[in-house]
C-alpha cells in the first residue's frame, strides 16, 4: 500500500464530490457545502489551506431520498450510513472511496475507514430558544452513547485495567445491539420537528452544537459557489450560516488553531 500526501487525500475528496454533485443534480437533490468547506470556499475559494476534509448538508427530505437511492453507491464511490452498515460509529452520511484505507486515531481506538466527504442532514427546530436547547442537550446524550458503544468494535490500544473493563462493557453493549437502539432514538427524535415546516433549522446530529441553529430562509435559495477548480451548490444565505458558526468569518484565526481536528493516515490500496 502507498501512503497518501494530503494533496493526494484532497485530490480524491474532491473527485467524491464532483460525482456527489452530478448524483444530487441527476436527482433533483438539494445540498450545500457547509462548516470548514463552506468557510474554505467563501474565504479562500477552496479548502482552508490547514483543512482536510469536505463537508456537504442537506435538508432532511432530501437527505432521506438520498439514502432510499443511493445504497448502490453513488458513481463508483460508496455510501455508509448506520441506517445499513454497522459496526458505523457516525450518525450522518460518508461518501467512501473504497480503494483507500483511513485510520483515524480517536483516544483510545483506532477506526478503519476509508478517504470520504460527509454528508449531514439538516432538521427542523424549535421557535423557542430554551426548547430548541433542551433539543440539542438531549440529542447530544444520545448521540454520546450511540459512539461509545458503537466504537466498541475498534482497534482497541493498551489502555489502563479500568479503561480495559470499560471497553468490555461497551463491547458487550454492542453484541446486546444497544448501538442500533441508540441510533433509532437518534433519527426520531432529529426529525421530530419538521424542516419545511420550522421557522428555524439546523444539524442537530453532529457539528457545533446550539451555533447551528439558524433561520430556514436561508436555505431557500441555492447558488454555486467556487471551490478549488470547480463551482458547488450552496445556500444564498450563507453570510448568516457561516456568522452563527463563525463570527467575524472573514478573519483568520490565531496560528495556533491553524491545525486540523483530525489525526489520520490514508493508503492507496494496491
Not at 466504537?151 to 493498551?158: D, E, L
Not at 432529529?190 to 436555505?219: H, L, M, N, W
Request: proline letters at 3%; charged letters at 25%; glycine letters at 4%.
Amino acid at each position: 500500500m502507498k501512503q497518501l500526501s494530503l494533496q493526494d487525500i484532497r485530490d480524491i475528496q474532491l473527485r467524491i464530490l464532483h460525482a456527489f454533485d452530478e448524483y444530487c443534480i441527476e436527482n433533483h437533490l438539494k445540498y450545500s457545502l457547509s462548516g470548514g468547506t463552506l468557510l474554505g470556499a467563501v474565504r479562500h475559494k477552496g479548502y482552508i489551506p490547514w483543512d482536510d476534509d469536505i463537508d456537504v448538508m442537506m435538508p432532511r427530505e432530501d437527505y432521506m431520498r438520498l439514502l432510499n437511492i443511493c445504497n448502490k453507491g453513488i458513481k463508483g464511490y460508496s455510501v455508509k450510513s448506520a441506517y445499513w452498515n454497522r459496526p458505523f460509529h457516525y450518525t450522518y452520511i460518508k461518501v467512501i472511496a473504497s480503494n483507500t484505507i483511513l485510520l483515524e486515531y480517536t483516544n483510545n481506538n483506532v477506526t478503519k475507514s476509508a478517504v470520504y466527504i460527509d454528508v449531514f442532514p439538516i432538521d427542523g427546530l424549535p421557535n423557542e430558544v430554551s426548547l430548541s436547547n433542551k433539543h440539542f442537550y438531549r440529542m447530544k446524550k444520545n448521540i454520546n452513547r450511540f459512539v461509545l458503544i458503537s466504537m466498541a468494535y475498534g482497534v482497541k490500544k493498551s489502555c489502563s485495567f479500568l479503561k480495559s473493563l470499560a471497553w468490555l462493557v461497551l463491547r458487550f453493549l454492542y453484541c446486546l445491539k444497544l448501538d442500533q437502539y441508540y441510533y433509532k432514538k437518534i433519527e426520531n427524535s432529529a426529525q421530530k420537528y419538521s424542516f419545511k415546516d420550522s421557522d428555524y433549522v439546523g444539524c442537530i446530529v453532529a457539528g457545533y452544537g446550539t451555533r447551528e441553529r439558524i433561520s430556514r430562509k436561508p436555505f431557500s435559495k441555492y447558488i454555486r459557489i467556487p471551490f478549488e477548480s470547480n463551482s458547488y451548490s450552496c445556500i444564498s444565505g450563507y453570510n448568516e450560516y457561516l456568522t452563527a458558526l463563525y463570527g467575524d468569518y472573514l478573519k483568520l484565526p490565531p496560528k495556533e488553531e491553524q491545525k486540523s481536528n483530525h489525526n489520520y493516515k490514508a493508503y492507496a490500496i494496491d
